[in-house]
């Protein structure tokens, strides 16, 4: 089965810009529908974006503002954060399923142990 690493996290400015790598090992990256979801402290994890081959769908609040794109040469799905805002400080997961998209976290069978994002004002 497949296993997912997140890195990328740190401390950034308002403004600022960060991009979220999850690499995969056990598997193609490329088989699955990957997804981000974020938790922030006290508050239930919620969907961030999602894609599938090369369809992405994405959350409103970060819509225009994050990316999702994958690199199958290096098994690896990027989220480019841009504009970030201290509401996006969380700790970001990337997960993944099979065949069709979802914004369910429910609905995912595999998960990294997530990377923590600070956005600091």
């Known amino acids: 089965q497949v296993q997912l690493k997140e890195s990328g996290g740190g401390l950034v400015q308002v403004g600022d810009s960060l991009t979220l790598s999850c690499a995969a090992s056990g598997g193609k990256i490329s088989d699955y529908v990957v997804a981000w979801f974020r938790q922030a402290l006290g508050k239930e994890r919620e969907f961030v974006g999602v894609?599938?081959?090369?369809?992405?769908n994405y959350a409103r609040a970060v819509l225009d503002r994050f990316t999702i794109s994958r690199d199958n040469a290096r098994n690896t799905v990027h989220l480019r954060m841009n504009s970030l805002k201290p509401e996006d400080t969380a700790v970001y997961s990337c997960a993944a399923k099979s065949q069709h998209m979802s914004v369910l976290e429910r609905e995912y069978d595999y998960w990294g142990q997530g990377t923590q994002v600070t956005v600091s004002s």
């Open positions: 894609i599938r081959f090369e369809s992405t």
